[in-house]
């Protein structure tokens, strides 16, 4: 190990100052007792001895590296990269010295590589509308953004990140976390790392429905043979989807979407269920996380710069809208008002996105409108949510909603309780959305300065922070902290719960 500066100057200066006295022969004498001689020679050299040892060669501690995540097995060009940077992960864990809090301890399966890995060889399958092998790359962040703001920083903090990617990031970042574990015993919540939303948007066309729920249906045969999984029988275990609850909820009674089985087996109703939209009726076992946006910091430098940016920003409209004119009835109805509106007012910038519209599908483009909005509009897409939510909210603009789901209902662990601090609520049914711009004007300055404020400063938490950030650089909580928090105190509630209702049903 290399000596530090002051190691460095204290031991050369030591070592000078011997040779100096040993080289000055005609200036000090020693006796001439050959054995007085002799015993000095030996002090001066046992002493300069125990010295380099301690400056040279500083005592360390050895730990044993952690079992590799992943199993052997050749993968594509871009599972290979995916797979370093999660080893790369493990290192920096090490390297580091980051803290946990003590309330949570995750411990992380070491899942047949069918379930994550294997998945990424079809990268060019993995849905059927695009091609996901360039935003399954660095693991799942997608490809790096080089004209956006902070890129010139030792670490570019921007990515084109695909909507449905967040279980890959989110995998990563467990990966490297501070509380995770790898003795189950110390584990207080069992992370199932499946990549159930890459693997059923690749079956959405897939007409027989064995086929389609085989793999679900073999992760929890695997899961069964776990004894992690039989202390409790999955109650103290969790998935992460990136797509919405739909696409694994099938009914037998409605049309088919393309959806699987997950989520109504039994086994994974004992589970808790990340997804970016759950079931606002019967998901009691599943909890919303954010979308993922563009902006994944490593450090907090790069956090609280870009928070100050929006902070400063100039925005010269009053409300804005991204989108494209949808079909049936309900979709069509709102955002065909909320364009008509928008085109009517030179208060608002539209970015119609219909006719494939290249500036829909540019991260600088979409972020600068609403950086230039002081309200953002968001109409339900194919289903509630919709990834333009967050986006909004990085670029400091107060969302506007028009439907509870969109939001109130979905995201409890992450957005303030009271939903007027950092957002506008207009029913789609009701008179207020068919005059948008008159209900806006009519909230004061000073409170849109409140709002605005509050929605900045929700920026951490809703950021999914680059999964080699060391936590000593990150300096906030990102989703993934968030999620593990809550999710823990949810576990500890549940287990307690039952050994009560267990402890009631012996007396």
Not at 113 to 141: I, K, Q, R
Not at 161 to 166: D, K, L, N, R, S
Not at 291 to 315: A, G, V
Not at 433 to 451: A, N
Request: charged share 20%; with cysteine; net charge positive.
């Amino acid at each position: 190990m290399l000596l530090s500066k002051t190691q460095t100057s204290t031991a050369t200066s030591w070592i000078e100052k011997v040779r100096y006295h040993k080289n000055k022969g005609t200036h000090f004498k020693f006796p001439v007792n050959p054995h007085f001689r002799y015993t000095a020679f030996l002090f001066v050299f046992l002493s300069l001895w125990f010295l380099l040892q301690v400056f040279w060669f500083p005592s360390t501690k050895t730990h044993p590296l952690p079992k590799t995540q992943y199993p052997t097995t050749t993968v594509s060009a871009i599972s290979t990269a995916s797979y370093e940077v999660h080893i790369n992960h493990k290192t920096t864990k090490k390297s580091s010295s980051p803290k946990c809090n003590g309330r949570v301890s995750v411990y992380v399966y070491n899942l047949p590589a069918e379930f994550n890995l294997d998945l990424l060889d079809g990268c060019s399958h993995l849905n059927v509308y695009t091609n996901m092998c360039p935003h399954v790359a660095n693991s799942g962040l997608g490809q790096p953004l080089d004209n956006m703001d902070l890129s010139s920083s030792d670490s570019n903090p921007w990515f084109a990140t695909h909507q449905f990617i967040a279980e890959m990031i989110f995998h990563a970042r467990v990966e490297n976390h501070p509380c995770r574990t790898w003795d189950p015993a110390k584990a207080n919540l069992f992370y199932v790392p499946f990549y159930g939303g890459l693997h059923v948007s690749s079956k959405f066309r897939e007409q027989n429905h064995t086929i389609r729920d085989a793999l679900a249906v073999r992760l929890i045969n695997y899961l069964h043979d776990q004894p992690t999984w039989r202390k409790r029988y999955g109650k103290d275990h969790f998935i992460a989807l990136g797509r919405t609850s739909w696409d694994f909820i099938r009914t037998d009674g409605g049309p088919d979407f393309g959806a699987n089985c997950l989520l109504n087996l039994p086994s994974v109703k004992n589970m808790s269920v990340l997804t970016v939209e759950r079931n606002p009726w019967h998901g009691s076992n599943q909890h919303g996380i954010p979308y993922p946006s563009y902006f994944h910091p490593s450090t907090s430098d790069q956090m609280l710069t870009w928070q100050r940016m929006m902070r400063q920003s100039n925005r010269p409209y009053l409300f804005s809208f991204i989108g494209a004119p949808r079909k049936g009835v309900d979709k069509a109805a709102i955002r065909d008002e909320m364009i008509k509106q928008c085109m009517e007012s030179t208060r608002c910038q539209l970015l119609k996105c219909n006719g494939g519209n290249p500036k829909c599908y540019n991260p600088s483009d979409i972020l600068t409108v609403m950086r230039e909005s002081q309200f953002c509009l968001q109409a339900p897409g194919d289903s509630f949510t919709r990834r333009s939510t967050f986006d909004s909210i990085l670029s400091g603009c107060i969302p506007v909603f028009f439907s509870r789901h969109t939001a109130y209902t979905q995201y409890a662990w992450f957005l303030p309780g009271e939903a007027s601090k950092y957002s506008v609520y207009m029913d789609e049914q009701g008179d207020e959305s068919k005059r948008i711009e008159e209900k806006l004007l009519k909230i004061s300055k000073e409170e849109v300065e409140k709002m605005r404020t509050t929605v900045i400063d929700m920026i951490p938490r809703l950021t999914y922070a680059h999964p080699n950030a060391s936590s000593s650089d990150l300096g906030f909580k990102d989703v993934v902290d968030v999620a593990l928090e809550a999710l823990a105190q949810h576990v500890r509630n549940k287990i307690q719960q039952d050994d009560l209702e267990i402890a009631e049903s012996r007396y």
